[in-house]
């Protein structure tokens, strides 16, 4: 269903009227389009395009995560917010009152785990340094859709999706002077309660902000016009990125063992209801792993395992932790755990693998090592910059993908976000429309 | 542990004494061998070459595939294997007494479903074609280690591995008289229940006919030297063939509507308990599905789902028959099932999709198809060519992942099997050890 009627709605918009102004600022700089903010709020001519169907720039490129605290002090906002995202934990009804409660509870706990591992999650310092070296890269590799804007928008942490709206306005999108934004999610392997769920806040921010609910209508004129990178798990840039990380971990064995190191790639689970649901993200997954061991040339044996299971019902295993533990014991010790679903460093990888994994279930054993994640790797910087380009230049406002509800899905707002961006393929670019 | 563990049986089979004499008659034909079989046997000197460390041929190319009854008076003896194979089934120390049992109630509803498809199964048919076909092939590609001769080898159906085993004796292989064979899993992803059961079926014969069962030694002088081709999820070749005939089926469409077809490829399911041991099986479905939407170009949505669950227990999902209703009640009814994880048509193709799935579930919507399977495909035999041809030139005598037991195995045959087609490197091509 989805699919089909996405596509009506799709040409049907490809005949309403969007707004045409001049384009005679467009080649404002980033820092000028900040520095001019007050002024640029007066005025109705603004440096950002207001043909949303040109690829003149200015372009906000927005790295869409799930975020983590920064301090211990935002541990009980991040798991209050994190526990009443019915995408991610369906609790039905009592979701309002359940989530802030487990949350209440379990903050002490996580606060510890955040103490272990520096006081909060590196993830915002990565994000915001990812985010703003593809776009220099950007700016040099698609000089029409310059300057490429920065932003970050977390589903559980600071800064917010409405936090990131509220900065596009103040930098000259929206609300009368169109432009143009690509929200790009940081899962390279599509989940709905991952991406699926910052796509469905995005849409939420979206209507409340200069949508239906904002002004009544669903397209007001000169609101911002958005696109999706919403998957990316076997781009070879990231997969080169991931490889280069095993190679380094690889080098510190001696040679004559080297190809005799087991890989685990260890990626987050998922609850079996989910799963059974039709959720794309096991396959996914698996498909950045074989991708990554066919450029490691399949010189070494490999599992992919799943961490951080909690509750009582069923998830998707093998469990990264049973693993290790079952090879340690089998004296299988040459092990390296590979964070193979995140492009940072965070509570998973710092707290989980590198103190619960490796010193607990491993007994600190040498040879158990944790291949660095992506962090700053410039291979990885530069593989964003390629999957954001490419997208630019496909002028598709999502995958097609992106648009075919998983089987099992009975959620209306995930029917409704996704004809929306899917809808915008009307904007982006109706000469590339599929 | 496994993996060490072999590596260090491997080298010290490398210094192990094996049989040399005269390669002389190695250029007689395929032919030749089989018609000469009866003087053949009665002569110590044969033209299956005596050293098994050179390249030189004739060599054995076995398909390995679970089979299925030729005839409905068959399903009996297939359902009893089937239910007693502790791999596929494990039914603990009650497997021998519980599988026929189970077998035998099962027996008429299973023959209803041959006599549906025609009567048996056509896989015996396609299994000879296929690898009749590649040998051909394969002596225009690979002269050196011509001619190739090709065998099939059922695990609940005729041919058995032991009717197998003894054609090749009678074809002047083993007994004394050394030659190479490659076992070649026709499951083109690895699955302990699938592959996992056909090469310790394999290994318990070879020990029984040639091995330490019936010589009192493991590597008794003069034995068939065996490799094997344990897994080839994403050969370009595979996915090509895969692909080219998703492209027919996508062709029957109107162009206007032909992106909008859902592609379903459909596997056949695991128990989670299998899933849950590390089974690599639905990692490697996921990645052919990932490589054939690449080679797709990604223009369609499309789902990865699950089929033949039986018994109570859970099984991977999403299961293809919810799956095919819900997209049909949605008003999705432009569907194509792809069969992603059998190479030749059997009773999940023709009865269980072509009757079940897409008569009852999708009652009969003409926009819901299926993609033929690769049966004769020439695409496809080529592709096993290259496959073959790859391997012969590698000298490897499994990959690196067949080495390694899962994470939850507690099986010695498991154990046992992999130690001695691993440590077969010390004979395939001690050249090429890793």
Redesign the interface.
């Known amino acids: 269903?989805?699919?089909?009627?996405i596509?009506k709605k799709a040409i049907q918009q490809l005949t309403a009227p969007r707004p045409l102004t001049l384009p005679s600022q467009a080649s404002l700089t980033h820092r000028a389009c900040l520095t001019t903010t007050a002024s640029v709020q007066a005025t109705p001519v603004h440096p950002v395009t207001q043909d949303s169907t040109s690829k003149n720039g200015p372009t906000a490129m927005v790295f869409m995560n799930m975020g983590g605290p920064a301090t211990t002090d935002e541990v009980g906002n991040f798991l209050s917010r994190l526990f009443s995202d019915g995408d991610l934990i369906p609790l039905g009804r009592l979701q309002n009152f359940l989530g802030p409660l487990i949350s209440k509870r379990r903050t002490p706990k996580i606060q510890k785990q955040y103490a272990a591992i520096g006081g909060g999650s590196p993830i915002r310092k990565w994000s915001e340094y990812q985010c703003a070296e593809m776009c220099k890269l950007l700016d040099k590799m698609s000089p029409e859709t310059a300057p490429h804007m920065p932003y970050v928008a977390f589903r559980y942490a600071n800064p917010l999706t409405e936090d990131m709206y509220e900065q596009m306005f103040k930098d000259g999108f929206g609300q009368g002077r169109g432009g143009r934004a690509v929200a790009f999610t940081q899962y390279p392997q599509y989940s709905c309660s991952t991406t699926g769920s910052s796509i469905n806040e995005l849409w939420k921010w979206r209507n409340r902000l200069e949508g239906k609910r904002a002004s009544g209508e669903m397209h007001p004129e000169g609101s911002i016009t958005w696109s999706v990178i919403d998957r990316w798990?076997?781009h070879p840039g990231l997969v080169e990125a991931f490889a280069v990380n095993i190679e380094a971990k690889l080098a510190e064995y001696p040679e004559n063992?080297r190809?005799?190191v087991?890989i685990l790639f260890s990626a987050h689970s998922l609850p079996?209801s989910v799963?059974?649901?039709?959720d794309?993200y096991?396959?996914?997954v698996?498909?950045t792993?074989?991708?990554v061991m066919?450029r490691l040339g399949?010189?070494?044996?490999?599992?992919?395992?799943w961490q951080s299971q909690v509750g009582p019902s069923?998830w998707?295993?093998?469990?990264t932790s049973?693993?290790v533990k079952?090879?340690v014991k089998?004296?299988?010790t040459?092990l390296i755990l590979v964070p193979i679903a995140f492009t940072s460093d965070h509570i998973e990888t710092l707290y989980e693998i590198d103190l619960e994994v490796m010193e607990e279930d491993a007994h600190n054993n040498p040879g158990v090592k944790r291949a660095e994640s992506l962090n700053g790797s410039p291979i990885f910087i530069q593989a964003l910059a390629d999957v954001a380009k490419q997208h630019l230049d496909s002028g598709m406002s999502c995958?097609?993908?992106m648009?075919?509800?998983?089987?099992?899905c009975t959620s209306e707002r995930c029917l409704e976000s996704k004809k929306f961006f899917a809808g915008e393929q009307a904007y982006t670019n109706p000469a590339f429309v599929?």
Chains 1, 2 share one sequence.
Do not use: F, H, W
């Open positions: 269903m989805a699919r089909s009627s596509a798990p076997t063992i190809d005799d087991v079996m799963v059974n649901r039709g794309p096991p396959a996914e698996a498909a792993v074989n991708a066919t399949n010189k070494n044996a490999y599992r992919l395992c069923a998707l295993g093998a469990q049973e693993t079952n090879y089998r004296g299988q040459n995958s097609r993908q648009g075919l509800r998983c089987q099992g599929m």
